[in-house]
């Protein structure tokens, strides 16, 4: 591997706690510019992550650094520690692969790092790696033994409190705005009302979600299992995240930490019984009438295996009297050439449909993907293919006039930069000329976004259609999972209400946060339940 370094350079630079200030990203994009001043680098992009957590890839800069990675705007990256890159080893080694995939170095200021693929070099920046996720895990596990702490006096651990509550000295107090309209919520679903008539009656107090939003049927599917409101006060029930990465599982019971008449009380123990009593019910018909309609298996179609491509099926066998639902692999079914492991269905349809909740269907991610959508219907294959060209072109006679600087003067090397700058601009007059695409109806897709959000997901209709809408892929692996989010474009139309064309390409192209890899391997035998 060559370790000179290349003359175009990103800038990264990163914080993550309360401790630090925005003085820590100028204190380590100082340190990056001294490097590579003396190293030669010309930085030609400048990107910063400010209170954010390095234990996920999941950061706005960052994936907008590997974005223009892919576009090959940058030829290095230079962070000034191994820690700001990422504090988990396995997403640094992946970010490290990604990048010698795309032939661009990662430069550490302060950290040696040579060729991943040499033995020495990968022990020596694997023990640094392992010693950045070391240092997580112990804060980790002090932190935990803090709130555990404060839980066991029934003390406020953090978060957003439940609607009906505020937190007033680290205890929680009963909001009476609030709890008016979560009784209400109760007492007209333990009556056998429904959630759109629960919300007209709702919407009519005025009382809106914590965060300033309008309550929706999402929201009620979790207050109505939210048992806090008997008094009860429960702690580390559910993990949705575990170091900062989506796991969305329900811990054991040895790990729940629940103390009855901890915190105000706000509805009787007599009415959360008859809610829970129906909600049962209710999920019991669901999957009856699921299993009648052959509708049961929500993912169906969309889920693939990832030892051998093959897709997924879903099957129901019984045992003992009891009927499991599961997926497998095809190919292990039919031809038995793959060891890919079932998965439960129960729990799989749970996470997936918790992800849209949680990080799809909200206001925040929808209005970036509307942004997104408009954005892409201002390109045209062709018209990427020819800016791919022209960004080609301007990389090689950046290559050619460096060895020119470094003392390669033939004449055929300057005729080829003269014939590279003809072609270039004869690209460019090609796609200047390119007919302009017709706008989206901007107001048309949003009306459809927003409107996704406030959909009742309780029948697995509905929930099949929120899949196929915006999930692309499944892929399951054995530790992880694959979740590519991709919206189905063809529901957007134009100002003259026509469908727009080549929705294939236009779905590639939106995407979303694109591959969301989801269950940590580290809980993954207990979330999938092999």
């Known amino acids: 591997m060559n370790n000179t370094p290349s003359r175009r350079a990103a800038a990264y630079a990163r914080y993550s706690t309360a401790n630090q200030t925005k003085l820590s990203i100028e204190r380590q994009f100082f340190g990056i510019e001294q490097y590579c001043e003396s190293a030669g680098l010309n930085i030609v992009g400048y990107y910063a992550d400010e209170a954010t957590t390095g234990t996920n890839m999941d950061r706005a800069d960052f994936m907008r650094l590997i974005a223009d990675a892919e576009k090959s705007l940058f030829d290095s990256v230079v962070i000034y520690d191994m820690s700001r890159g990422s504090r988990d080893i396995a997403d640094w080694f992946n970010f490290r692969k990604e990048m010698k995939r795309l032939g661009i170095q990662v430069i550490s200021v302060t950290n040696k790092l040579g060729d991943i693929d040499n033995p020495d070099d990968f022990l020596t920046e694997g023990v640094t790696a392992i010693l950045g996720q070391h240092q997580v895990l112990q804060y980790r596990r002090d932190s935990i033994g803090g709130k555990k ?90 993990e949705m995240r575990h170091i900062h990465k989506w796991v969305g599982q329900k811990n054991p019971e040895d790990d729940i930490i629940r103390i009855e008449n901890a915190i105000p009380q706000i509805i009787p123990v007599e009415t959360w019984l008859a809610v829970k ?182 029948t697995p209709q509905a929930q099949k259609e929120i899949i196929r809408r915006y999930i692309q892929s499944i892929v399951i692996h054995d530790e992880y999972i694959d979740l590519v989010i991709s919206p189905d474009l063809s529901r957007y139309t134009t100002a003259n209400k026509k469908a727009l064309t080549n929705f294939n390409k236009l779905v590639n192209a939106v995407g979303s946060p694109g591959r969301t890899r989801t269950y940590n391997p580290s809980v993954n035998s207990r979330m999938l339940c092999h």
């Open 149 to 238: 702490a404060r839980a066991r006096k029934g003390m406020f651990c953090g978060g957003i409190p439940p609607l009906g509550y505020d937190v007033q000295d680290g205890r929680y107090v009963i909001n009476e705005r609030e709890a008016a309209a979560v009784r209400l919520i109760f007492d007209m679903y333990a009556a056998g009302k429904s959630y759109k008539e629960i919300l007209k009656e709702v919407s009519k107090t005025g009382v809106t979600g914590k965060l300033g939003r309008p309550i929706e049927p999402n929201t009620l599917h979790y207050l109505l299992k939210n048992e806090r409101y008997t008094g009860t006060f429960i702690w580390f029930e559910y």
């Open 277 to 458: 009593a129906r909600m049962e019910s209710n999920r019991k018909n669901t999957l009856n009438n699921t299993r009648a309609e052959n509708r049961h298996y929500l993912l169906s179609g969309i889920i693939r295996c990832g030892k051998c491509g093959g897709p997924f099926a879903g099957i129901t066998t019984t045992t003992k009297g009891h009927q499991y639902k599961k997926y497998l692999c095809i190919n292990k079914r039919k031809q038995q050439n793959c060891k890919a492991k079932d998965i439960k269905a129960d729990k799989l349809e749970a996470c997936i449909l918790d992800i849209l909740r949680s990080r799809v269907l909200v206001p925040e991610y929808l209005s970036a993907l509307e942004e997104k959508i408009i954005s892409s219907v201002q390109h045209s294959s062709e018209r990427d293919a020819l800016r791919a060209e022209i960004q080609s072109l301007d990389r090689k006679n950046a290559n050619l006039f460096a060895a020119i600087e470094n003392g390669l003067s033939a004449q055929n090397t300057i005729d080829r930069i003269n014939e590279n700058a003809k072609r270039k601009k004869e690209l460019e007059d090609k796609l200047a000329r390119l007919p302009s695409i017709q706008d989206i109806d901007r107001s048309a897709v949003r009306a459809v976004l927003m409107a996704d959000i406030s959909r009742s997901l309780e």
